[in-house]
Nanobody, 121 residues
Framework: QVRLVESGGGLVQPGGSLRLSCAAS????????MAWYRQAPGKQRELVAL???????NYGDSVKGRFTISRDNTKNTVYLQMNSLKPEDTSVYYC???????????????WGQGTQVTVSS
């Protein structure tokens, strides 16, 4: 199985920056996509950003130009640099990956436990 551990959340003032990290560990053969989603109270989970194994990226409309996703394949780690944060970015941010395992055939989806980001003055 695969374990995803997120870090870097917290409280930040509007206009500030935060950097989230998510490290994947376990019986991983390779990771296809890595992504960040977020879910605010009473709202559906939404895609924030996604990065493929070759570095192609996709962003949610609300974060384009402010957030940057990157990954270190040698560490099975994905990052989310969040700049110009707004109160509406307040949410629980979840790491996600699609991975091939050494012990099974197919591609499996895994989620982290989430990290809280609060943007408030």
């Amino acid at each position: 199985q695969v374990r995803l551990v997120e870090s870097g959340g917290g409280l930040v003032q509007p206009g500030g920056s935060l950097r989230l990290s998510c490290a994947a560990s376990g019986s991983i053969e390779s990771i296809v996509n890595m992504a960040w989603y977020r879910q605010a109270p009473g709202k559906q989970r939404e895609l924030v950003a996604l990065i493929s194994s070759i570095g192609s990226t996709n962003y949610g409309d609300s974060v384009k130009g402010r957030f940057t996703i990157s990954r270190d394949n040698t560490k099975n780690t994905v990052y989310l640099q969040m700049n110009s944060l707004k109160p509406e970015d307040t949410s629980v941010y979840y790491c996600n990956c699609n991975a091939r395992l050494r012990s099974a055939v197919g591609i499996f989806t895994y989620w982290g436990q989430g990290t809280q980001v609060t943007v408030s003055s």
